[in-house]
């Protein structure tokens, strides 16, 4: 085979590995609700890292995107309870297995109260930011780890917004308020 030829196949193949490891591991997903709010903005885009959990889980404090169990959209939500976790709502105040979780990305109180709920296992309890407006876990449903499609990760859109997601360490109270009991 000549030189230029096998150069070009070679280029070609070497492209079509690393569009397909991209589809496989990358999204992007448009933010086309309001109830992430201040964080996440209508119109805002963001890159899903779907490669995130493939060998781990999420963590209190990610932020998801994943296909929604009560319609066919998908949603932007921030994970809160894991598995397992009991958790509570009193009066806008979030409690992880009776441990008062502090949410430093939480802007405007919020005023609902729920009761002491268990989040099944495979399920997570996901809250949006804008809690008194949000369609999340406060409404009755889990999100089930089979309907997650990965972290978000990167905003690159709008250029004034672009930047990594920010990571907050909801896992580090528990775990250090557990530690104190």
């Known amino acids: 085979m000549k030189p230029l030829v096998r150069e070009i196949l070679i280029t070609i193949a070497l492209a079509l590995v690393i569009f397909f490891s991209a589809r496989a591991t990358?999204?992007?997903?448009?933010?086309?609700?309001t109830s992430m709010e201040p964080n996440f903005f209508e119109g805002q885009r963001v890159v899903v890292l779907k490669a995130a959990y493939w060998f781990g889980s999420p963590q209190r404090g990610d932020v998801v995107i994943f296909q929604s169990p009560i319609s066919d959209e998908e949603f932007i939500k921030r994970v809160i309870g894991l598995p397992g976790d009991t958790v509570e709502v009193t009066h806008g105040v979030i409690y992880i297995n009776g441990l008062k979780l502090d949410e430093p990305y939480?802007?405007?109180?919020?005023?609902?109260?729920?009761?002491?709920?268990?989040?099944?296992?495979?399920?997570?309890f996901v809250l949006g930011d804008n809690r008194d407006i949000s369609n999340d876990s406060h409404r009755g449903w889990f999100m089930p780890r089979a309907n997650l499609i990965g972290k978000a990760w990167l905003v690159t859109w709008p250029p004034s917004d672009?930047?990594?997601v920010?990571?907050?360490?909801?896992?580090?109270?528990?775990?250090?308020?557990?530690?104190?009991?």
């Open 162 to 164: 672009w930047g990594v």
């Open 26 to 33: 990358l999204q992007t997903y448009e933010v086309y609700q």
């Open 106 to 124: 939480i802007k405007r109180s919020f005023s609902y109260s729920l009761s002491k709920e268990v989040v099944p296992s495979d399920d997570y």
């Open 166 to 181: 920010p990571n907050f360490a909801l896992n580090d109270q528990v775990a250090a308020s557990d530690n104190t009991t």
